[in-house]
């Protein structure tokens, strides 16, 4: 960080490069990177830790790291990332472990934070890079469902979402349910107010949706769930809107198999996978154009796909048809171009494995948390004025 002058005098990295110039280079380092450079000075501390530049770096930077996250078993979580030319994996614990353990189940993600379920009825988000986190309890939703079942809602439909609304510069946290007489309902928790809303709004029937704690994919500013068990594809994708507060539908490829299909996003498009028939390829369809039915546009791999390398291929996971396990890179065609053999491969349970790109963008109570310390050094320092 210094250097000696010829006089004697040391010389810090600032002198020699501009403060302009040292926020350009950080907006080219992957953002774990980062993470670690917050420790070698309080002006790279300051810098790194800026809102204004974690929005620049999560929006603009060519450096963005997406990593695959999944949970290993009900308290340990595996964080793998991937490029055309590098792979690495890490063990994460999420926040909030009690004894006995707590399951935790992977409901969603958004701008760098994870949404897990936890046993009872606990709501977290978490952001793996930062630490930051938050619990919040939906109880109250249990006691309305007048679940027989103490901890429980009465009937089990949970669909959970998570996203962000722009306009409000607000997270949302979304739980869809059922009531003991078969009726649906949706509440909303803001993480800028700390509160939960009973949103007055029309739920679509949800059928096909047989199991607890479906998770939602955000993206273009709304919520998307697709059933676990698909009996039409007309209407198949459910969504809803953060900004309009409303539901809407998209139908699914006529010649989708119906059989556990998954939402995912590829390359920025909206995507849908499921098994093939013949259970050794997967078939993926991309829907390029957003609400588009005639852009869906299907490939096959020989695994499950995750998200797209810089040079467009896809990578995925799972087995080939020659028996071997781990993560992959195929062509649009199916060709396989690369296997990480270094990685190692633990098929996770029937939650999904959530696809997310790394920040260090702050919660909105982190941000009022710091100004209120702000303002309490202020006061402290502050003389006193005489009577």
Request: aromatic content about 12%; some cysteine; overall charge positive.
């Amino acid at each position: 960080m210094e250097k000696k002058h010829q006089n004697g005098k040391s010389k810090s990295i600032h002198d020699i490069l501009p403060l302009d110039l040292i926020h350009i280079i950080f907006l080219r380092v992957p953002i774990r990177h980062l993470a670690r450079l917050r420790c070698v000075s309080k002006l790279w501390c300051s810098l790194i830790s800026n809102r204004d530049f974690a929005e620049l770096h999560f929006h603009h930077s060519p450096a963005a790291t997406k990593a695959c996250f999944f949970m290993k078993n009900d308290t340990m979580a595996d964080l793998v990332y991937l490029d055309d030319n590098d792979a690495s994996q890490k063990e994460v614990c999420p926040p909030f472990r009690k004894k006995p353990p707590s399951v935790f189940l992977v409901v969603g993600s958004c701008r760098g934070f994870i949404l897990f379920h936890r046993d009872p009825h606990f709501l977290v988000v978490w952001n793996p890079l930062t630490g930051s986190s938050k619990r919040i309890s939906y109880s109250h939703i249990v006691h309305r469902s007048k679940s027989p079942v103490y901890g429980r809602i009465a009937n089990n439909v949970y669909l959970h979402g998570f996203g962000y609304d722009a306009s409000q510069d607000d997270y949302l946290l979304l739980v869809a349910w059922c009531d003991c007489e078969g009726q649906y309902h949706l509440d909303c928790f803001s993480l800028r107010t700390n509160s939960w809303i009973n949103l007055d709004v029309s739920v679509p029937k949800l059928s096909g949706f047989h199991y607890w704690h479906c998770g939602g994919l955000f993206f273009n500013g709304a919520v998307h769930w697709v059933p676990w068990d698909l009996n039409d594809y007309r209407d198949a994708i459910v969504i809803f809107d953060l900004m309009q507060m409303t539901f809407s539908t998209i139908s699914a490829p006529e010649q989708l198999s119906c059989s556990y299909p998954r939402v995912a996003l590829l390359g920025g498009c909206l995507a849908l996978s499921s098994p093939n028939d013949d259970c050794r390829n997967t078939d993926v369809w991309v829907m390029k154009e957003y609400k588009v039915h005639s852009s869906w546009t299907l490939y096959q791999i020989p695994c499950k796909p995750l998200c797209l390398s810089s040079n467009r291929d896809i990578i995925g996971r799972g087995y080939t048809s020659c028996g071997k396990t781990g993560y992959f890179i195929y062509n649009v065609r199916g060709d396989l171009l690369k296997h990480f053999k270094d990685l190692c491969c633990q098929l996770p349970r029937r939650e999904p494995i959530i696809v997310y790109t790394e920040s260090l963008l702050p919660l909105p109570g982190d941000i009022k948390d710091k100004d209120n310390k702000k303002k309490m050094k202020k006061e402290i320092h502050m003389p006193s004025s005489s009577p």
